[in-house]
């Protein structure tokens, strides 16, 4: 139904790589890039780019560009992170570039930083196929065991002002503490 929707003319493209070297027996290195391409092919097109603050338990959003007529986006982003046992350290940067009808182009930005450690012995952030996956306990409290505990700090940076566009800036410092007594269950407090 959705491809003979001819009220929706747009079209997309994305894509993804990471290199993820293995150094030595203890450290994982991932360096990736992303892309995206989107078409709106629509003469009356709009896009519009908002964000909840933080751990987005509300719907209140501080930044907001409003609708932006528009004829597509271009946009890429670029990763970088190590993990040695268990700490690690990640960052992120997404550009936005907008592709408008009746104005200039802007290109927003967004991108965090996160330094962490599982305090737990023996416990480490796992890492497959390109990605980091869950904090899994290696002795869960269903075993006799306390669960892992892991401790970051975070910077997230997002800034919707460009050219004639003032969507606001966002900026937030995290201090969180994960406990995950069992497989696939996690508590996370954050400050």
Do not use: C
């Not at 993804?16 to 092919?41: C, F, T, Y």
Request: hydrophobic residues 35%; glycine residues 12%; proline residues 4%.
């Amino acid at each position: 139904e959705d491809l003979n929707d001819h009220l929706n003319k747009a079209f997309g493209i994305d894509g993804r790589v990471v290199w993820m070297p293995k150094i030595g027996e203890d450290v994982q290195l991932h360096l990736g890039g992303s892309a995206h391409m989107r078409n709106l092919n629509d003469d009356e097109g709009e896009v519009q780019y908002r964000a909840r603050a933080g751990a987005h338990t509300t719907n209140f959003r501080l930044v907001d560009t409003g609708k932006l007529a528009a004829r597509g986006e271009r946009s890429f982003g670029l990763a970088a992170s190590v993990q040695k046992g268990p700490f690690h350290a990640t960052a992120e940067g997404y550009w936005q570039k907008v592709r408008r009808i009746d104005g200039p182009n802007p290109t927003f930005f967004g991108g965090y930083a996160e330094l962490g450690m599982v305090l737990t012995k023996g416990d480490k952030r796992s890492y497959k196929a390109g990605a980091y996956d869950r904090l899994s306990p290696s002795n869960p409290i269903n075993e006799s065991g306390m669960g892992a505990i892991e401790v970051n700090v975070r910077y997230d940076h997002l800034d919707l002002n460009d050219k004639d566009i003032v969507g606001g800036t966002q900026k937030a410092a995290w201090l969180s503490l994960v406990w995950a007594p069992i497989d696939y269950v996690r508590l996370t407090a954050n400050y």
